[in-house]
């Protein structure tokens, strides 16, 4: 294009973070972002894979369509754009510092976008554009189907769609009475049909029936997977169990990266979410926990290592917590990290805070569940061990070693 200046350059956003943050060498990597400015010089390594360019004064002035976006001519609208963007870099600075210890980037799996600032625009580095293991290629799939299903449905749909939807029923009251009226953790039985590592669990897959037999079972409530590239699940699968009469309080298994899915999976049926703090930082923690009290869900909070923990241990409003004992980089299963996790300090502050705790992952036999169960788990999270059972109900009474069905 005639008159078009181009410049490529690296603005290395290290520096507008606090030191403690960057001693972390291996979470620096994942932050370095293209920063726009006008032409005053910007000092920071160069490259060939990102540009900011620069318009002719000639379009500034006709404010000349350019791409899909129209240069505004007002130099006081350039420099309002040039504000905005400095309050996204505060803001972000701010999310960084509270997202220490995260490993799941946040990451469209598309080729990054154009972004317009006054007579600039620019692209964001498409650096370590392939997931690094499987959590985080859900993730970044999952945050495009959201972007898709919101304009079908906006929130104030999904906010009037509650005003006609079943009281929530108490999730936490059923972990606790089944707690108590057996003896064991209270189970949160999962119907699933499959997952990335295993594959279709259940070829005769009908989730009705699943989600009943595990209530004969005893179960005290159900995780239902709505997933459908990774799981092969659904949100009809959670309606369709919702509207069958089974009495369990439902858990909708889902990757959640927006608040709004909340709405979505209460406007479904759902009585509990999964919030996984590997994936959310500590504000969306705190947002997200207040809008399901407002609407009437509870939180299961998932945590993988002694990091995660005590970044969930301090924020406020948290009843629910499971350990997932699944390594997230190489997906090995150890059940001795729910013990590491409870043990000290930590399980000090899960007593005095009242918050139960939730085995995931690994639980087999009646001598796993006691394992857990010493360390200071009220309740557990099963799903493969029962599911692949012919008979799901038989499947609980194998993995308690007795039968904990109500009398």
């Not at 490993?103 to 469209?108: L, N, P």
């Not at 369990?248 to 479904?268: H, N, S």
């Amino acid at each position: 294009m005639e008159g078009l200046a181009s410049s490529r350059v690296w603005f290395d956003f290290h520096s507008l973070l606090n030191s403690s943050y960057t001693q972390n060498p291996s979470s620096r990597s994942n932050f370095r972002k293209l920063i726009s400015f006008p032409s005053a010089p910007i000092d920071g390594r160069r490259t060939t894979n990102s540009c900011v360019r620069s318009r002719s004064m000639n379009q500034l002035k006709s404010g000349t369509l350019v791409g899909s976006s129209v240069v505004d001519p007002s130099s006081e609208s350039i420099l309002d754009e040039l504000k905005s963007k400095e309050w996204e870099i505060g803001a972000l600075k701010d999310e960084l510092a509270a997202t220490q210890g995260i490993r799941i980037r946040r990451r469209s799996p598309t080729d990054p976008p154009l972004h317009y600032v006054g007579p600039f625009e620019f692209r964001l580095q498409n650096e370590g554009n392939k997931p690094r293991n499987i959590l985080e290629e859900i993730v970044w799939n999952k945050d495009v189907e959201v972007t898709q299903m919101k304009e079908k449905h906006t929130i104030y749909s999904l906010k009037k769609a509650l005003e006609s939807v079943h009281p929530p029923r108490d999730f936490i009251g059923a972990l606790k009475a089944s707690y108590h009226r057996t003896g064991f953790p209270g189970l949160i039985a999962e119907v699933k049909k499959a997952s990335p590592s295993r594959g279709v669990l259940r070829e005769d897959f009908d989730p009705v029936e699943v989600a009943k037999a595990y209530e004969k079972g005893g179960a005290a409530c159900l995780s239902v997977l709505t997933d459908s590239k990774y799981f092969q699940g659904s949100f009809e699968n959670l309606e369709a169990i919702r509207n069958a009469g089974v009495q369990c309080p439902l858990l909708c298994k889902e990757f959640i990266v927006d608040a709004w899915q909340l709405y979505y999976a209460r406007t479904k049926g759902a009585d509990a979410v999964l919030l996984i703090a590997a994936v959310l930082p500590d504000l969306d923690i705190k947002y997200m926990i207040q809008i399901c009290k407002m609407i009437g869900l509870t939180a299961l909070v998932e945590v993988h290592d002694e990091i995660e923990m005590d970044r969930m241990l301090a924020i406020d409003g948290i009843e629910l917590i499971g350990i997932n004992n699944r390594n997230l980089e190489t997906f090995k299963v150890d059940i001795s990290n729910t013990k590491r996790l409870l043990e000290g300090e930590r399980g000090e502050k899960i007593r005095q805070k009242d918050i139960i705790v939730v085995g995931e992952s690994g639980l087999f036999t009646p001598a796993d569940i006691a394992y857990v169960q010493e360390a200071g788990v009220k309740a557990i999270l099963v799903g493969e061990s029962i599911v692949k059972q012919k008979d799901p109900t038989q499947g609980i009474r194998q993995l308690f070693g007795k039968d904990i069905s109500h009398p």
